[in-house]
């Protein structure tokens, strides 16, 4: 059965401490799919323990934004983490997480990382996704106390902005970042991809054809930005609506000239309404 | 010696914390007075070990404050640290705590309390000030990882807000709050008593005195907060520039119209141009 209460997360973490045993957490919103799975099976080979949080984060979620049509799984998802070992799923409410009031920074201390880092990428359309992000996850953080969180490199902007809190804020939490699991097709593994229908999986495959084009280019030895993304229209038709193509230094998401090893392509475009996101780094992994 | 790096503060909590020993921290700007010390003997009384931070934090002074003249005296500050017996007197430098770079929220993770708490009282004149508390708070709370951290009830709004921060963020630490040490006079004990000059410190008795007449009213069975309010007027002079006088409720900061025994008053005022605050709880302690 999933932990709803954070009492008796806060009591399980507290035992398994004293028994001097490491703890792993993997927050997810659940819709749990393999990319989750090897975010757990990555965490069950680190951890003695693991925690696997199951919440759909009202305050990540613009007014306009899938809150309420956001897969909810949680049976399904409950039975996959006790086929993989996991020790607490935790599920709480909203209410729980956040109290009865009314969600709004007049009544919630929120953590805001830096504006920098925010206003671009998927933060630029998403106005106040990732407060709501780094919010959540200190949450967790503070509830859970794990030694080791673990992020997919799927949502890239989030897991720098996860690293900068983390630093920023001397949170005692080593964050383990693991790679973007794809269908044999190229397309990398969504909560949001059970939206598409079979035509636009197929439509859809046109985030990773980019993104793989332009790192084949950057091995053939063009470097110059704005040449790399020029490749892209080609892919283009009028199934994708384009909100980005960004080419940007993988840590600091700081906009460079020319690509490096240490360069990030980033890209989202929806397909039939559906907002997709898929990333890759040019200097390998 | 003071520790000056923060690995090193947490190499001795880990220690203490696997000896099974209760942490308490005392989070201060340095230049110790009466104040501080009760705080640093009730952590004393509470826990096994206790750390006072020592750090005038950069990012909670506005661009028009006193940064740069705020009392610093760490040497003192250490020597009646060392006779209360404290731990570790933990004085970073800015560096230390914030990096090197600019000091912005363009550039660092923020701690933003709910602008209801915020907008109003010290946070209405001191715009960003109580984001920099909550952040340089949740820092020392995160490296130090107290079991119990103090605050005087002088800084009344701050810890309101702290609390509410804990709370909100779910931070694994008790706040104990303490009552606030005057002088035989009345007059709040504050670092920035050393600005004023003799005269001043006679001028800034009036904020004690309105405070005391108001709670003496209240015990009279005068409860309209009009009423209350009106009767502060008469104790100013043209050497008093009041910023505000405000009864609300002591743990939620809403106003009411009628005072009872959760009710807080509090006080801001300028005496030769040195800013100074005081607060009565009008039900006692």
């Known amino acids: 059965m999933p932990v709803n209460n954070i009492e008796d997360v806060r009591k399980n973490v507290k035992e398994w401490k004293k028994e001097g045993l490491t703890v792993g957490l993997v927050p997810t919103m659940g819709a749990l799919h393999a990319g989750h799975l090897s975010l757990i099976k990555k ?5 003695d323990r693991v925690v696997v949080s199951v919440f759909v984060n009202p305050i990540q979620f613009g007014p306009a934004e899938d809150y309420d049509k956001y897969p909810r799984t949680l049976d399904a998802d409950e039975k996959l983490c006790n086929s993989e070992g996991v020790d607490i799923v935790f599920a709480p409410t909203p209410a729980e997480m956040y109290g009865g009031g009314r969600l709004s920074n007049d009544t919630l201390t929120y953590v805001c990382p830096p504006f920098f880092y925010v ?25 859970v106390q794990p030694d080791y969180a673990f992020f997919g490199q799927k949502d890239a902007q989030q897991v720098v902005i996860v690293k900068k809190m983390v630093k920023d804020l001397n949170v005692p939490v080593q964050i383990i970042q693991c790679p973007i699991v794809r269908e044999e097709s190229g397309l990398a593994l969504s909560s949001r991809n059970k939206y598409l229908s079979e035509e636009g999986k197929k439509d859809a495959l046109v985030l990773s054809r980019i ?10 030895g063009i470097t110059d930005v704005s040449a790399l993304k020029e490749t892209a229209y080609s892919f283009l038709t009028d199934k994708h609506d384009l909100e980005y193509l960004e080419i940007l230094d993988k840590n600091t998401l700081e906009e460079k000239d020319k690509a490096d090893d240490d360069t990030i392509v980033l890209i989202a475009c929806r397909v039939e309404g559906v907002r997709l996101i898929d990333n890759v780094y040019l200097g390998g992994k």
Not at 43 to 47: D, F, S
């Open 119 to 143: 206003n671009k990428l998927c933060g630029k359309t998403r106005v106040g996704h990732f407060d709501g992000v780094c919010t959540v996850v200190l949450k967790l953080f503070n509830i």
């Open 43 to 47: 965490a069950k080979e680190t951890c």
């Open 211 to 220: 993104l793989n084009n332009i790192k084949s280019c950057y091995l053939k």
